[in-house]
């Protein structure tokens, strides 16, 4: 009871402050953020069928994404193909550098935390998955995995946003 008292009040902090995380809700005590938040900032969950390309990103457990670094215009509507190719569990979060900061703060106090946005991809080992993902504005959206310790050991990434045309 205490754990879930303690993200919740976590959470609240974290949302008092104007942190908060890139979209959606979490299962394990993580609150809501506007859609139109998420939209100013890392992009917006995509239309499958308006994709206009697939990226594939291998995640390992050498605590790196290859690649670590993907080129997009702005407005343009990407799949990424996620695969675990480790032997942990693994993920790829999109979101602003201070969310996913915040975020792996509360994941670390709550290693067992389950998720369930449409800006990441949680898999076990030897598992794929896929976030379909539009890109609204230019600039940089970091991703990162956010389970204890990887983070930290540098599993991070980007992807570029260039400027594109107005849709």
Known sequence: MNSIRSSAILVLALLASGSGFANGTHEGGHGHVAEADADAEVGRPGVAAKATRTVNVDMKDTMRFTP?????????????????????????????????????????????????????VTLAPGKSGEIVWQFTKAGKVDFACLQPGHYDAGMKGAVNVTKGPAR
Do not use: C
């Open 68 to 120: 670590a670094d993907i080129s997009v215009q702005q407005n343009e509507t990407v799949r990424f193909v996620v695969k675990n190719s480790g032997a942990l569990k693994h993920e790829l979060v999109f979101g602003t550098e201070q969310e996913l900061k915040a975020h792996y703060e509360a994941m670390k106090k709550n290693p067992g935390m389950e998720h369930a946005d449409p800006n990441m």
